[in-house]
């Protein structure tokens, strides 16, 4: 298991919802500007996929300190 330090779980509790919201926007509101048709599984995807990253960031955060 890897052991992050403090600064290092901050560093990566604060990127982890930019990429959260990056993978929102490619897979949910991406759709929109495309020429092909609405997919909900795609949609739900990203929906799931950010409030993955952000659960992650919050553990990360709420973590123990070493």
């Known amino acids: ?12 509790a604060d990127k982890l919802p930019d990429v959260a919201n990056i993978a929102a926007g490619a897979l949910l509101f991406g759709q929109f500007l495309s020429d ?6 795609l949609a739900a ?3 799931a996929l950010w409030g993955f990253l952000f659960g992650c960031a919050v553990v990360l955060a709420g973590g123990d300190q070493s």
Do not use: D, K
């Open 1 to 12: 298991m890897v052991e992050l330090t403090s600064r290092q779980r901050a560093l990566l």
């Open 36 to 41: 092909r048709t609405f997919s909900l599984p």
């Open 45 to 47: 995807a990203g929906l």
